[in-house]
């Protein structure tokens, strides 16, 4: 590794540990020219496999670049944008696959999403569905409502039921 200092073509590696619970390798390296410090760091390269078959590296400027399309003109700050790109990332490093479908990337972001915003949700929802009659926005705006009912509806029912037992 080339010495970001000096520019010396070579470092010695002086520590080694892992982070991440193993998913990353952190190296200390030393240049033996001008002796300055620096830190590596070596990850497992996530590819992620497009539906035309091609696989690319996995991006997170990618995912936030979609996502705040998706959020133009919400009261969505870049702050959660970032969040919301790091926690599918996280997700979809947690399977430990070294390769992933586009297709799976898009379902990660679109839970997240409904959390943050509801519009921007469905305007992704939207192009990644490839929704194409105002049907497909009742079907998504009517589950969206749904899930709010049955989730409120089901914690009531529980409670019911310890209240009863
Ligand atoms: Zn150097």
Request: glycine share 8%; aromatic share 4%.
């Given at each position: 590794?080339?010495?970001?200092?000096?520019?010396?073509?070579?470092?010695?590696?002086?520590?080694?540990?892992?982070?991440?619970?193993?998913?990353?390798?952190?190296r200390?390296?030393?240049?033996?020219?001008?002796?300055?410090?620096?830190?590596?760091?070596?990850e497992?390269?996530?590819a992620?496999?497009?539906?035309s078959?091609?696989?690319?590296?996995?991006?997170?400027?990618?995912?936030?670049?979609g996502?705040?399309?998706?959020?133009?003109?919400?009261?969505?700050?870049?702050?959660?944008?970032?969040?919301?790109?790091?926690?599918?990332?996280?997700t979809?490093?947690?399977?430990?696959?070294?390769?992933?479908?586009?297709?799976d990337?898009?379902?990660?972001?679109?839970g997240?999403?409904?959390?943050?915003?509801?519009v921007?949700?469905?305007?992704?929802?939207?192009?990644?569905?490839?929704?194409?009659?105002?049907?497909?926005?009742?079907?998504?705006i009517?589950?969206?409502?749904?899930?709010?009912?049955?989730?409120?509806?089901?914690?009531?029912?529980?409670?019911?039921a310890?209240?009863?037992?």
């Amino acid at each position: 590794m080339r010495c970001p200092y000096c520019r010396h073509a070579d470092s010695r590696v002086v520590d080694s540990r892992e982070a991440d619970d193993g998913q990353l390798i952190r190296r200390r390296r030393a240049c033996p020219e001008c002796g300055k410090r620096f830190t590596t760091v070596e990850e497992a390269v996530l590819a992620v496999v497009k539906r035309s078959g091609v696989t690319e590296p996995f991006s997170r400027s990618k995912i936030i670049a979609g996502v705040r399309k998706a959020c133009q003109g919400r009261p969505v700050d870049e702050d959660a944008i970032a969040l919301l790109a790091q926690r599918v990332e996280e997700t979809i490093r947690a399977r430990g696959a070294a390769e992933v479908p586009s297709h799976d990337v898009g379902l990660a972001i679109l839970g997240p999403l409904r959390e943050l915003d509801e519009v921007a949700y469905l305007r992704f929802a939207s192009v990644y569905r490839s929704f194409d009659s105002l049907e497909d926005f009742e079907r998504e705006i009517a589950a969206l409502r749904g899930t709010g009912n049955v989730t409120s509806s089901g914690k009531d029912a529980a409670r019911a039921a310890r209240t009863a037992g």
